[in-house]
């Protein structure tokens, strides 16, 4: 029997060890908006566009930002490669390029260690 539930976005959270930092970094380096910031300086706060929402919470654990990581599906991958390019965040071992599963992608490390893939889905 099918399943009435449909997954519609997912809104990963993300540690950051100077929140308002991370806020800054997503607004200059995505042109993310702003959606919610808690206090000032903020605590915790939402960052997105569109479908990807990024929840950023104070945390001084500088390991678990190493050891966090996701994906983001996008279209017009070139033009957000160039933007990050120009913003100096694209990983030195994540240039964009075609993958052998059907994709194209690159990768950003934010200002705290976390690591994240753009996916451009290809043909």
């Known amino acids: 029997m099918p399943s009435a539930t449909r997954?519609?976005?997912?809104?990963?959270?993300?540690?950051?060890?100077?929140?308002e930092e991370g806020i800054a970094f997503y607004?200059?380096?995505?042109?993310?908006?702003?959606f919610y910031r808690d206090t000032e300086p903020a605590q915790?706060?939402?960052?997105g566009s569109e479908g990807a929402r990024l929840h950023l919470f104070a945390s001084q654990d500088k390991h678990l930002a190493d050891w966090?990581?996701?994906r983001i599906?996008?279209?017009g991958i070139d033009a957000?490669?160039?933007r990050c390019g120009e913003a100096g965040c694209v990983h030195p071992n994540g240039t964009l390029g075609?993958?052998?599963w059907g994709t194209r992608e690159f990768s950003i490390i934010d200002p705290n260690g976390?690591?994240?893939?753009?996916v451009e889905q290809q043909g």
């Open 44 to 47: 915790f706060a939402i960052v």
């Open 114 to 118: 976390v690591c994240i893939a753009f």
């Open 98 to 100: 075609s993958r052998p």
């Open 80 to 82: 957000l490669y160039g």
């Open 73 to 75: 599906e996008v279209d």
């Open 7 to 19: 997954f519609l976005s997912v809104s990963p959270l993300i540690p950051a060890r100077d929140v």
């Open 27 to 34: 607004q200059r380096a995505l042109g993310f908006e702003l």
């Open 68 to 70: 966090t990581s996701l």
